[in-house]
Nanobody
Framework: QVQLVESGGGLVQAGGSLRLSCAAS????????MGWFRQAPRKEREFVAG????????YYVDSVKGRFTMSRDNAKNTVYLQMNSLKSEDTAVYYC?????????????????WGQGTQVTVSS
């Protein structure tokens, strides 16, 4: 059974930074594409960032490009999301997800496993 556990969320002022972590308990972590999604109240879950199996390629939704950076450490079975220049519209629950078979997945249905989420609140 794959488990994903997010941490690092919290309350921050606009313009501030947070670093989210997601620890995965899966032997094939280095074979999994990973992603971060977010869901704000009364909105659908949306893709934020994804990273290739090796960590050599990361991709982002336009609204976070230049502000967020996704990375991974396969030796620690962990992915990260560094969030800088946070805005009030970044407020949401952030979810980590794993795709065991895909290439460059961005849709919710493409991911096989999900964490429980961590709340990020940006005050203006």
């Amino acid at each position: 059974q794959v488990q994903l556990v997010e941490s690092g969320g919290g309350l921050v002022q606009a313009g501030g930074s947070l670093r989210l972590s997601c620890a995965a308990s899966v032997r094939t972590f280095s074979s999994s594409a990973m992603g971060w999604f977010r869901q704000a109240p009364r909105k659908e879950r949306e893709f934020v960032a994804g990273i290739s199996r090796s960590g050599g390629s990361a991709y982002y939704v336009d609204s976070v490009k230049g502000r967020f950076t996704m990375s991974r450490d396969n030796a620690k079975n962990t992915v990260y999301l560094q969030m800088n220049s946070l805005k009030s519209e970044d407020t949401a629950v952030y979810y980590c997800a794993a795709d065991m078979t895909g290439t460059r997945p961005t849709a919710v249905y493409e991911y096989d496993y999900w964490g429980q989420g961590t709340q990020v609140t940006v005050s203006s």
